[in-house]
């Protein structure tokens, strides 16, 4: 199983004093990240789907993530496809009760040398509520990653382990995702589960471990998994 950085999402509420009846709005998508390999084309959609009995506004709005996983990263809104590089579109539509619609998202400039990241912030927006009394509307949205892949992919995973400390640098241009971590003791029993990460080009990952025997790890990059012994 994929670590939970496959489904990001953002709570959002509105709420009265008192709610002693709600409204929901249910918003399904199919996918959470868009992850644009080197071999395919240059876009893919998102579908949206409203599994509740009221109609949604939906925004979807794209951000563009410089220095990603890094201190210093940054979001800056992508308003303008051409200076950003990426096309949403639609960004705002309506969604009847049992409706489905797509969102199309296209890597518009040429490939980068390395992973191009940006995140699109997919909403219900406030509407009112109806109800005879005070109510409680609550609203789920989601922050889909969208993951621009080189044309060429150069350098690898590295991972080194001393002691009880554990290092993984990435000195590739692309992003990797880590999962499925474990460790056991040296009589092979009280086996731990270490925590996954995905370590985008030019980042460190210092964890330290409870014993000092060999982990094990799965490394994505794409749909290509691999096992990792350290």
Known sequence: MRPNSRWAIMLFGLSSATFPSSA???????????????????????????????RIYVAADPFLIENPGSESQTRIP????????????????????????LVRVAAIAPRPSEDR??????RPVIGEVA???????????????VLVRPSVVTGDLEAEKTGQTLTFFNASNTSHELF????????GENCVTLPGRR??????????LPYSTTVTYKDAVGER???LAI
């Open 117 to 122: 990241i940006y995140r699109i912030s997919i």
């Open 199 to 208: 370590l985008y080009p030019g980042i460190r990952w210092d964890q330290q």
């Open 78 to 101: 992508a308003t303008n496809p051409q200076d950003s590089g990426i096309l949403v579109t639609p960004q705002k539509l309506v969604l009847e009760p049992g409706e489905r619609r």
């Open 24 to 54: 929901t709005a249910e918003l399904v998508l199919s996918q959470v990240i868009v992850d644009i390999q080197a071999d395919e084309p240059a876009r893919e959609d998102i579908e949206l789907y409203n599994s509740g009995d009221e």
């Open 225 to 227: 998994v691999s096992g």
């Open 180 to 187: 499925e971590g474990r460790q056991c003791d040296a009589s």
């Open 131 to 145: 109800a005879d009394a005070d109510a409680l509307k609550v609203l789920i949205g989601y922050d889909a990653l």
